[in-house]
């Protein structure tokens, strides 16, 4: 239906004719679908008809890109160009099932089917294991945008100005949906809500409560995915069902997954992992995470491009023996993660 308007104002001549020739059903889909008022609309059309002479389906691309300009100026959300994929995140694949199951959850299909929308996922697990990569590549394969939701920037030190920031966040997100709002270690972006009035005079209570409500009776399709690295700040209230659909635990790669993730990496750098004894390194980086197996990738790159060779399976073991990973350095604090989602969380991977 749009579309065909498109082209009916693309033939109507002039920009003061096309923007006359608009259908209010053109302008409510643009302002209600797709986060543009009338005013940001009529720019976009003008743009276009600058461009091209004319307004077809081929701008509907121009018409997205103001979207995201929206997002940018709005100042509160920042929009993430969708780069990922699942393909390059090793392993989690109890993970990966789980959303794969849900790419057209989206679609009146699954409406006339009787499923709600999902409402989101919280990420919670070690440092490096792939949970923000994991945000990012739901993105692409539910091509949906990505906003990233920074708490820092709900903030201020005027009385009642975080939480009017928040609502506007929240109001921006539900404007440009269906869409993916992407929080990143959640934790400690409400670390202050369980303290009350102790240190802020309640503000971070007050917007993690306007959060709360919004996560349980939000009716537009925004898709929330929260990462969290530490347990003992998430607030109960976030963890109980029906504002989010289910945690995931996000532990160390196994010993198959370590050699996924070593190879997305080696061909990530214009390496044939074949050409590498990947399952002698995956068993040598016991412990690692993905982060860190990425970085010893890095390492080895470095040595021998200054030794001036092609870089090789000795380079990398050495790197790798080189490195102490977190798991061991942060020993206690890993094992109580793990104590902790035991029969609390679902498994990422098998």
């Given at each position: 239906e749009s579309d065909t308007e498109l082209m009916a104002l693309g033939q109507a001549g002039s920009l003061d004719e096309a923007l006359k020739a608009a259908s209010t059903g053109l302008i409510r889909w643009l302002e209600q679908d797709y986060g543009l008022t009338l005013s940001e609309a009529e720019n976009a059309f003008a743009k276009a008809v600058?461009?091209?002479?004319?307004?077809?389906?081929?701008?509907?691309?121009?018409?997205?890109?103001?979207?995201?300009?929206?997002i940018r100026k709005s100042?509160?959300?920042?929009y993430y160009p969708a780069q990922s994929n699942l393909g390059g995140v090793g392993g989690l694949e109890n993970l990966k099932r789980w959303l794969s199951d849900r790419t057209s959850a989206f679609s009146e299909q699954a409406r006339k089917f009787g499923l709600p929308e999902p409402k989101g996922v919280l990420l919670l697990g070690v440092q490096g294991c792939g949970k923000s990569l994991c945000a990012k590549a739901v993105s692409t394969l539910w091509q949906l945008p990505l906003l990233r939701f920074d708490m820092g920037r709900m903030f201020s030190g005027l009385v009642g100005s975080s939480e009017e920031n928040m609502r506007r966040a929240i109001a921006v997100a539900e404007s440009v949906a269906p869409a993916i709002l992407w929080i990143d270690e959640v934790d400690k972006a409400f670390a202050g809500a369980a303290s009350g009035a102790a240190g802020d005079g309640g503000t971070a209570a007050r917007v993690f409560g306007t959060f709360l409500i919004w996560l349980s009776e939000k009716r537009s399709p925004v898709f929330v995915v929260a990462t969290a690295n530490d347990i003992s700040h998430l607030p109960p209230e976030l963890l109980r069902k029906g504002r989010l659909d289910e945690i995931f635990f996000v532990d160390l790669p196994?010993?198959?997954?370590?050699?996924?993730?070593?190879?997305v990496h080696l061909a990530k750098r214009g390496r044939n992992p074949d050409d590498f004894d990947v399952d002698a390194l995956a068993n040598a980086a016991a412990d690692f995470s993905g982060a860190e197996l990425e970085e010893a990738i890095n390492s080895a790159l470095y040595e021998a491009f200054h030794a001036g060779v092609e870089v090789n399976t000795a380079h990398m073991e050495q790197a790798i023996r080189s490195t102490v990973p977190l798991a061991r350095t942060m020993a206690e604090q890993i094992r109580r993660l793990r104590d902790w989602a035991g029969g609390r969380a679902r498994r990422a991977s098998s």
């Open positions: 600058a461009l091209h002479n004319a307004l077809s389906s081929r701008d509907v691309s121009l018409i997205l890109e103001e979207k995201r300009q929206v100042g509160l959300l920042e196994n010993l198959l997954e370590r050699g996924q993730v070593l190879r």
